[in-house]
């Protein structure tokens, strides 16, 4: 399990591999597939959220797609269209969105394309951290 600690803050996509829990600020999708994602209850993100499990404690705007379960707890806040087999709202939450269950395998559909769509878009680029990426016709050295 990694954790994005309270005093974080991310403009952009965040991707995990595993479970992952948001204790900060981020501005952007985020995608764990096969993992849990946990908002803590000093978490604010806006965009969208895919994984196997959802669970928000914090405050959330965007769509929340989970292929088994979306779980809102009390204290939490949701703006959002919520794509998942099961919902759970707990007393206390604050819930402005719909649920929509039966669109399940076209979210999962539409989050892949956009997802692979992502991917072709930052192949070649230059990142300051880790160098230059080979471009698809580059020759290798």
């Known amino acids: 399990m990694s954790t994005i600690g309270r005093t974080v803050s991310i403009k952009g996509e965040v991707r995990a591999s595993e479970d992952i829990t948001i204790e900060g600020r981020i501005d952007g999708p985020i995608a764990c597939d096969d993992g849990a994602v946990v908002l803590a209850a000093t978490a604010d993100v806006t965009g969208d959220i895919a994984a196997r499990e959802i669970t928000v404690f914090g405050r959330s705007a965007g769509q929340l797609l989970a292929t088994d379960v979306v779980d809102i ?31 399940l395998e076209a979210a999962l559909r539409v989050a892949k394309f956009q997802q692979k769509k992502s991917d072709e878009k930052t192949s070649g680029v230059v990142s300051p951290s880790f160098g230059h990426h080979k ?6 050295n």
């Open 73 to 103: 707890r009390a204290g939490a806040t949701v703006a959002s269209q919520v794509v998942s087999k099961r919902f759970i709202l707990g007393d206390g939450a604050r819930f402005d969105g719909r649920v929509e269950p039966q669109h």
């Open 135 to 140: 471009l698809p016709n580059e020759p290798s």
